[in-house]
């Protein structure tokens, strides 16, 4: 069975920096992509960033230049570094996986999410 474990939420002033990492394990055959998604308060959940397999990034328009995605493939982790957070960017943070369980049946898992609050 494939879990994510999201790690790294909490409260920050505005400006100011976290880092949020998700661990996943379990056996895939192939794993597509990654990706950081957010749902703040009363509006629908929306991509922050992903990475896929080969490396390509893609990013929010609202977080691009302050939030970078990244990946450890040793250690079967992702992280979002985010800088200059604003009072926008309160939610609970999900990381979520997109792969192949085996040849032909794809696997989407999500993690259980973590709470950011930015405010002073």
């Known amino acids: 069975q494939v879990q994510l474990v999201e790690s790294g939420g909490g409260l920050v002033q505005p400006g100011g920096s976290l880092r949020l990492s998700c661990a996943a394990s379990g056996s895939i055959f192939r794993l597509n992509a990654m990706g950081w998604y957010r749902q703040a308060p009363g509006k629908q959940r929306e991509l922050v960033a992903g990475v896929r397999s080969g490396g390509t990034t893609n990013y929010a328009d609202s977080v691009k230049g302050r939030f970078t995605i990244s990946r450890d493939n040793a250690k079967n982790t992702v992280y979002l570094q985010m800088n200059s957070l604003t009072p926008e960017d309160t939610a609970v943070y999900y990381c979520?996986?997109?792969?192949?369980?085996?040849?032909?049946?794809?696997?989407?898992?999500w993690g259980q999410g973590t709470l950011v609050t930015v405010s002073s």
């Open positions: 979520r996986l997109d792969a192949m369980y085996d040849p032909y049946r794809p696997l989407e898992v």
